[in-house]
């Protein structure tokens, strides 16, 4: 079935640019076909290997796949000049950063080639298997659907099930699909090693036809004003507040237990386009660099994370938001030499104890990068790229991020100490 879907927008109503239409498209998905799994790709990608989206089904409803929130795909892109002056391939991230994160708690959520499993969209923590009924021998035997039901509330203790309207919206038939999707989506319990799944060869019965009524609540639930008063964007879905909202949804996953896998094809799973001058690259850097200072400043900051998230985690989580500041010792660094030979005064005037410590850090750290690049096959000519346009987004883009991201906190604080010194005045002069 394919179902063209376009969100209201109303003068007076936030859409939320892209979180807005894909929590949109959660709901309306929900009402219509309530597929358990969710693939995520933006206007300028294709998909390019059609075994992609089974492989990464296979890994989430495989053993061991019942905690998975998503699989996080390389992106390719095509139409890029041969040398790759820009470093628009981003090979250092995606076949270095992202395979180093498969081993902690999974890669971030980059915004697309992406499969979700749509109960974790929902807001829910992941499943534990103790949560499972256990029946008595002298018990009568229930159908397996009846052994392996799960209500919203065993994943959640502190949800009433009153209180669902105010969390997903006064839809009966949205709320109605969230334990099915959960159900649909489990691991095939064909293994005894399976605590947590479901029987095989349920998923093959035959789906009701749509009516009327069903598709009158998917138009219903893409309206504009669905989301007033509801936790959408706030806990529920693609969260609003950043530019970045993949990675700061892929965080909030991450912080409820939930893990992700990076699966890297032997062939491209999905390709797309990427900016062919520098101007759209450092346009799409800042955009970048301005989401990582918003996190930073927000409470998605990963020093304010939950005990579930994982210390190698959290650390990769704090470079998201911390790394557009390195651009202030960059500019330091790129300006010192010129400094010296102007002035005269070189930084080294003799060698000492504090240079060779120094010397020994940066060999150190040459040979961690050779080590790095060798495990994840970067070729040399790739990573010299990734550095030179490094320094170029860093002593330009990153480093005007920084300075507008100071100047709003301080008007910020400026702005609520006012505030704050004028109800004092306020209560001072009415009493």
């Given at each position: ?171 009966t038939l949205l709320s109605n699909s969230i334990p099915i999707a959960e159900f649909q989506g489990r691991p ?33 639930v893409n309206s504009c004003w669905y989301e007033d008063k509801t936790e959408w964007g706030d806990r529920v ?195």
């Open positions: 079935m394919l179902v063209y879907m376009s969100r209201e927008k109303r003068s007076g109503y936030d859409h939320n640019k892209k979180a807005g239409a894909m929590n949109a498209l959660v709901r309306s998905s929900a009402v219509l076909s309530n597929g358990p799994f969710i693939l995520n790709l933006d206007c300028d990608h294709y998909i390019y290997n059609c075994m992609a989206v089974r492989e990464g089904i296979s890994i989430m409803m495989d053993r061991g796949g019942e905690d998975v929130c998503y699989i996080q795909f390389p992106q390719r892109f095509e139409g890029i000049d041969p040398s790759d002056r820009y470093a628009n391939h981003n090979t250092v991230f995606f076949d270095g950063n992202l395979r180093a994160l498969d081993g902690v708690q999974g890669p971030y959520y980059v915004g697309t080639g992406c499969m979700f499993r749509r109960f974790a969209l929902y807001g829910f923590d992941p499943p534990k298997p103790d949560l499972l009924t256990s029946k008595k021998k002298d018990d009568a035997a229930p159908s397996p659907i009846e052994t392996q039901a799960l209500k919203a509330t065993d994943f959640d203790p502190d949800l009433d099930v009153n209180e669902l309207p105010k969390r997903f919206g006064n839809s095939i319990a064909d293994h005894p090693a399976v605590k947590y799944g479901r029987p095989p060869g349920v998923l093959r019965n035959a789906c009701e036809p749509l009516d009327a009524t069903t598709v009158a609540e998917a138009v219903s879905g693609w969260i609003y507040g950043s530019v970045t909202e993949d990675v700061v949804t892929g965080y909030r996953m991450h912080n409820r237990g939930w893990r992700s896998i990076y699966c890297l094809t032997k062939r491209d799973a999905f390709r797309g386009s990427a900016p062919i001058n520098l101007t759209d690259r450092l346009h799409q850097v800042l955009r970048w660099a301005t989401g990582s200072v918003e996190i930073f400043f927000s409470r998605n900051n990963a020093f304010l994370a939950s005990k579930r998230l994982k210390w190698l985690q959290r650390l990769a989580y704090i470079n998201i938001g911390v790394y557009p500041f390195t651009s202030l010792f960059l500019i330091v660094y790129c300006f010192l030499p010129a400094l010296s030979l102007l002035s005269g005064h070189f930084i080294v005037n003799n060698v000492n104890a504090t240079f060779l410590i120094y010397l020994l850090m940066t060999l150190c750290l040459i040979g961690l990068v050779v080590l790095e690049i060798r495990w994840s096959e970067v070729l040399l000519e790739d990573w010299w790229r990734n550095e030179q346009f490094w320094l170029i987004s860093g002593t330009s883009a990153h480093f005007a991020v920084v300075i507008q991201g100071l100047l709003k906190v301080i008007l910020l604080l400026t702005h609520r100490v006012y505030y704050f010194g004028s109800q004092v005045i306020r209560f001072g002069w009415v009493s």
